[in-house]
C-alpha cells in the first residue's frame, strides 16, 4: 500500500516569506508526528497528533510554527517570516497507534532551503 | 530528559569487515528501543527494534540487543556489504509513547 507522502518535495524561499508543508499519512494511522533533521544532524521532534488534536506542541522552535491535522488524515506545517535557520529537512511519520512499541512510518521529507 | 547518544562517524569498513555502532540511552520508565536507517537519497525506515529489557532486535543481518543493566543498544552485523553504506539512527520511545528521541547519527561508508 501507499506509505507516507510529502509534497513538496523540495522547497526554496526567501527570508520573511511564509511556508506550508504537507503531509499524508498512510491510510487509518491515527497518530502523525512532525520532526526537523538539520544538516548532519539527528531527528528533533516538533509535534505530535492524535486524531486531529495535538497534546504536544513543545517541540515547535518559536511561534512562527504551527500545524494543523484535518478528518485524521492530511496535515500541514506552516512556518512564518521564514528565517535561514529554519532551511532543513522536514519529515513526517505515522503510526497505526500512539503506543511506545509502535512502528513510525516515515515520508522522504521535503527539503527546505531558506534564502 | 530522555536522551540517545551515539557514537560519531564517520564509520569507514571494508566488505565483509564486522560491524558495531555504540549506542546508549537514558530515560525514565521502559522505553522501546530502535534503530532507523537512512540510505542515501531516501526516507529513514526503521531497521529493527525491541519493545523490552533481553530482547533483541534482527533484521537484514543486523541485531541489537536490549542491555537495560547497561542502558545500551548497539547495532551489530556481522559481515558488510557496500550496500549497507548509510546513516543510522538509534532512537527511543518512552511509555508515554508519542515522542521518538534520536540520536545524532551515524554513517556508515563500507569499501568494496
Known amino acids: 500500500g501507499a506509505g507516507v507522502s510529502q509534497s513538496p518535495s523540495n522547497k526554496v524561499t526567501e527570508k520573511g516569506k511564509d511556508v506550508e508543508l504537507r503531509c499524508d499519512p498512510i491510510?487509518?494511522?491515527?497518530?502523525l508526528y512532525w520532526y526537523r533533521q538539520r544538516l548532519g544532524q539527528g531527528l528533533e521532534f516538533l509535534i505530535y497528533?492524535?486524531?486531529?488534536?495535538?497534546?504536544?506542541k513543545s517541540g515547535l522552535p518559536s511561534d512562527r510554527f504551527s500545524a494543523e491535522r484535518t478528518g485524521e488524515s492530511v496535515s500541514t506545517l506552516t512556518i512564518q517570516r521564514t528565517q535561514q535557520e529554519d532551511s532543513a529537512v522536514y519529515l513526517c511519520?505515522?503510526?497505526?497507534?500512539?503506543?511506545?512499541?509502535?512502528?513510525?512510518?516515515f515520508g522522504p521529507g521535503t527539503r527546505l532551503l531558506v534564502l | 530528559g530522555d536522551s540517545v547518544t551515539q557514537m560519531e562517524g564517520p564509520v569507514t569498513l571494508s566488505e565483509e569487515a564486522f560491524l558495531t555502532i555504540n549506542c546508549t540511552y537514558t530515560?525514565?520508565?521502559?522505553?522501546?528501543l530502535f534503530w532507523y536507517v537512512q540510505y542515501p537519497g531516501e526516507g529513514l525506515q526503521l531497521l529493527l527494534k525491541?519493545?523490552?529489557?533481553?530482547d533483541k532486535g534482527s533484521n537484514k543481518g543486523f541485531e541489537a540487543t536490549y542491555r537495560k543493566e547497561t542502558t545500551s543498544f548497539h547495532l551489530e552485523k556481522g559481515s558488510v556489504q557496500v550496500s549497507d553504506s548509510a546513516v543510522y539512527f538509534c532512537?527511543?520511545?518512552?511509555?508515554?509513547?508519542?515522542?521518538?528521541?534520536f540520536g545524532a547519527g551515524t554513517r556508515l561508508f563500507v569499501k568494496a
Open positions: 491510510s487509518g494511522h491515527t497518530a
Open positions: 532512537a527511543l520511545r518512552n511509555t508515554g509513547g508519542f515522542k521518538t528521541i
Open positions: 530515560a525514565t520508565g521502559y522505553p522501546s
Open positions: 497528533f492524535q486524531g486531529n488534536s495535538a497534546p504536544d
Open positions: 525491541a519493545t523490552k529489557a533481553d
Open positions: 511519520a505515522s503510526s497505526l497507534a500512539r503506543g511506545a512499541g509502535e512502528t513510525q512510518y
